[in-house]
């Protein structure tokens, strides 16, 4: 079994930060991109941010310059930091894994059971 768990959601003013952590645990065998998306209410879910293993950053135009994706591959986590957050970036945030699993022939697609995010005065 494969379990990604967010933390770090809340409420945050206009201008404000927040960081959201993800961390991936279980039968894992090598993960590959891990990233973050978000679901606005009414919205489809979209892609924020996603990182490949060797380090490599794809952002969302919404977000690039204000929001930095990382990840510690030995601790099988990865973060968001969340600067200048705007109305608009209110959401449930999902955390994204792309991994194989021990014993598994192939890669599949695992999510985080997603933590709110609203930014409002």
């Known amino acids: 079994q494969v379990q990604l768990v967010e933390s770090g959601g809340g409420l945050v003013q206009p201008g404000g930060s927040l960081r959201l952590s993800c961390a991936a645990s279980?039968?894992?065998?090598?993960?590959?991109?891990m990233g973050w998306y978000r679901q606005a209410p009414g919205k489809e879910r979209e892609l924020v941010a996603d990182?490949?293993?060797?380090?490599?950053?794809n952002y969302a135009d919404s977000v690039k310059g204000r929001f930095t994706i990382s990840r510690d591959n030995a601790k099988k986590m990865v973060y968001l930091q969340m600067n200048s957050l705007k109305p608009e970036d209110t959401a449930v945030y999902y955390c994204?894994?792309?991994?194989?699993?021990?014993?598994?022939?192939?890669?599949?697609?695992?999510w985080g059971q997603g933590t709110q995010v609203t930014v409002s005065s």
């Open positions: 279980g039968s894992i065998f090598s993960i590959y991109a």
């Open positions: 994204n894994a792309d991994l194989k699993q021990y014993l598994s022939s192939g890669r599949h697609q695992y």
């Open positions: 990182i490949t293993s060797a380090g490599r950053t």
